[in-house]
């Protein structure tokens, strides 16, 4: 099965391969899933750069930053590269679909499609398929089979109960907002 790959995805996520190091692959994996979920729920062309690029730079901060309150750190990730390439006109929503991609119920604010969708995109994988927002379940598990989760839903339980007992009073801290 051939893979479905994004020019702009492969670039930015070789920048972070170091930093990334072994979960590289499940990491990688699980940015195409997320996009590959957005463009089956919005096809509009102008929004798929704007997922490729929130989708790599959603959970980045946890390697970038060594921590699991990684919202801030990837935000500013992508500020950083959106102000490089001179997008900055995208900043701001690219910053609200990476802060609301762990809100569980629908987002309503500015930039409603976009976040709505990586939000619902990002459950998708997260769930692995059982959230499914209606969306084409055979086309899911596709993507699922082109990207195969390699531990990655492993990783996130392991990086949860870490933290709990690092700090227990704040577990989740992605989930604040």
């Known amino acids: 099965m051939e893979e479905d790959t994004h020019t702009l995805i492969e670039t930015l996520l070789q920048e972070f ?9 499940k990491y990688r994996n699980h940015v195409y899933r997320v996009f590959l979920n957005c463009r089956l729920i919005d096809t509009t062309p102008q929004n798929e750069d704007k997922y ?12 970038t930053h060594h921590t699991f309150d990684y919202l801030p750190p990837s935000v500013e990730q992508a500020r ?11 900043s701001e929503e690219i910053k609200q679909m990476i ?8 987002y309503k604010g500015n930039y ?16 692995l398929g059982l959230l499914t927002y209606k969306i084409n379940k055979e086309a899911i598990k596709t993507y699922k089979r082109q990207f195969p ?25 992605m989930f604040r907002k």
């Open 52 to 63: 490729a690029i929130a989708a790599v730079f959603h959970d980045i901060g946890i390697w």
């Open 17 to 25: 391969r170091p930093v990334i190091g072994r979960d590289y692959a």
């Open 112 to 127: 409603a499609t976009t976040v709505e969708t990586f939000r619902r995109a990002d459950w998708i994988d997260v769930s």
């Open 99 to 106: 802060n609301w991609h762990h809100k569980v119920s629908a």
């Open 80 to 90: 950083r590269y959106l102000s490089e390439t001179g997008q900055e006109h995208l």
């Open 149 to 173: 989760t390699l531990g990655f839903h492993l990783f996130l339980v392991k990086a949860t109960v870490k933290n709990f007992f690092r700090h227990p009073s704040n577990p989740l801290p």
